[in-house]
């Protein structure tokens, strides 16, 4: 059996999830592949042997990687499902996401509480 799982996807141009990348994991039988799209990175696991997800074996099982590689391919083909793409007109400066930092560390300061 195989099992397929979006990490984050782009719909309409906007990123679900802000802050993580888009990728999917796959996993069949004792072996898990996380595959991100940004940068191409993409993680394997034994998960009988790492259950913990510690040690990246992708580059000692080139074989598993590959077929993996070929799942994900044939199930978003099956399914019609695009690839994610580089957003080329974004800009950070113009993120509204950005005032939130601010917003972070003044929650940090103060109490959410307040008890009298």
Do not use: W
């Not at 397929?4 to 004792?30: E, R």
């Not at 990687?65 to 070929?70: A, P």
């Not at 499902?81 to 003044?106: E, V």
């Amino acid at each position: 059996m195989i099992q397929f799982i979006m990490l984050s996807c782009i719909t309409s141009g906007i990123q679900h999830q802000k802050g993580t990348h888009p990728g999917v994991a796959v996993i069949k039988d004792n072996y898990k592949l996380i595959k991100y799209y940004e940068d191409n990175s993409e993680y394997l696991f034994d998960m009988d042997k790492d259950p913990q997800e510690l040690n990246n074996i992708a580059n000692l099982n080139q074989k598993i990687l590959e077929e993996l590689n070929r799942d994900i391919d044939s199930y978003f083909e099956t399914h019609d499902i695009q690839l994610p793409t580089l957003n080329t007109d974004y800009d950070i400066s113009n993120d509204p996401g950005r005032n939130y930092f601010g917003i972070k560390a003044q929650l940090l300061k103060e109490p959410y509480f307040i008890v009298k």
